[in-house]
């Protein structure tokens, strides 16, 4: 018999300690083992369902007693049934006491041998390898979460349950094994994975940085050239920054950083727009599945934001490039967009500042074209 059953334990009070990278307990013995394995699941796994699986125990229930009791049962039945047989043969006049009794059992016991090993053999063995196969099926796929449903220990205990015993005590630590390597494994790869976003932000702007620009914009290029779709670049420069940190001094530089950061956060739409600090007072923006109008909007927002609380003469500069990416000449492209994007960063410059420069890469491609 097999029984699947969930611990009492609430499944927000599992998730709370997953969160909280809980230690693996020392445990003395199964039972207490069982109340606390939960605190050994390993986190960054919150949904419900996961929860519940790992929470989930079978029992193998076995017969509780010896190869001892067995045999013991076997004879008793062995002894009952020729005399019980041979009783009613008597009575019912089939059997001559003292004449047919030496040929009458050898009879009973030649037809009754084969379907009485069978079932002795069953009883006694097979039935419990039938569930200890069950259960080592059971680890084979790797559910360590598997015992035998057994009493307590006795003192002079038949081997047999110590074979069941051992088997489920095998199972236990395996589990515990388990849930040890699973849970330094999802902390090793949190750490990563912090790390990794420690590696790609700004620290100052909460931005991304220059190193996540160089990752991210290829990706999208080659999203916006599967999809046919836009993709605009925005570039933008702090004017007057050196003179804020010349008279003001760097601590009101960095504000003013910050203050910019905050307006293009503002500003944005969606997570699909990334903002990133490439460096100094350098900042940009990629807008995926943006045509050149959207992406003007976005910028004049920026600027308007940045200017409602402008700290010291400071403005900004703005230059939008518009691209549509194909899969074949995706490289160029992109430098070309990022060239592009310089150029209407440093026109608008040019022309004073606080204002927004746009052109798409084919209209560039022109000018330059008739320029020549």
């Known amino acids: ?5 969930n611990s009492n334990l609430p499944l927000e009070k599992a998730e ?8 693996v307990p020392q445990c003395e013995s199964e039972d207490e083992f069982q109340q606390q394995s939960w605190v050994l699941l390993p986190s960054g796994k919150s949904n419900k369902e996961w929860v519940n699986e790992m929470l989930r125990k079978t029992t193998f229930h076995v017969r509780r007693f010896g190869m001892t009791s067995r045999v013991a049962v076997l ?17 019912t006049g089939h059997l001559i006491p003292g004449k047919n009794l030496y040929f009458a059992l050898p009879i009973l016991g030649f037809i009754l041998l084969v379907p009485l090993a069978r079932l002795a053999a069953f009883h006694l063995i097979n039935k419990d390898l039938l569930i200890i196969n069950q ?17 307590n220990e ?20 395996l589990g515990k094994k388990q849930h040890e390597h699973q849970h330094r494994y999802y902390c090793v790869k949190e750490q990563y994975n912090a790390m990794e976003a420690q590696a790609n932000t700004d620290a100052l702007t909460r931005l991304f940085n220059r190193r996540h620009f160089d990752h991210m914009l290829p990706v999208v290029a080659d999203k916006a050239a599967a999809n046919n779709t836009l993709t605009s670049l925005i570039f933008i420069d702090c004017d007057k920054f050196k003179q804020v940190n010349d008279s003001l001094g760097h601590h009101m530089g960095d504000q003013v950083l910050i203050h910019l950061a905050e307006s293009i956060r503002g500003a944005l739409r969606t997570s699909s727009d990334l903002s990133f600090r490439l460096g100094g007072d350098e900042f940009a923006v990629i807008l995926q599945d943006t045509g050149q109008e959207q992406a003007e909007k976005i910028a004049q927002r920026i600027r308007q934001m940045y200017k409602e609380c402008t700290i010291g003469e400071t403005t900004l500069s703005l230059g939008v490039a518009t691209d549509r990416f194909t899969t074949d000449g995706c490289g160029a492209q992109i430098t070309k967009l990022i060239q592009t994007a310089d150029k209407q960063t440093y026109h608008a410059k040019k022309r004073g500042g606080d204002q927004v420069c746009c052109i798409t890469c084919e209209c560039q491609a022109c000018q330059e074209n008739e320029k020549r």
């Open 75 to 91: 004879f008793l039945f062995l002894t009952l049934i020729p005399m019980i047989w041979t009783s009613w043969l008597i009575e």
């Open 154 to 173: 006795g003192e002079d205990e038949d081997q047999f349950l110590v074979l069941l015993r051992n088997l489920s005590w095998m199972s236990h630590n």
């Open 1 to 5: 018999m097999i029984s699947t059953s």
């Open 135 to 151: 259960f080592c099926r059971e680890i084979k796929n790797g559910n360590y979460q598997v015992s035998f449903d057994l009493d």
């Open 16 to 23: 709370d300690c997953l969160r909280r990278h809980a230690t």
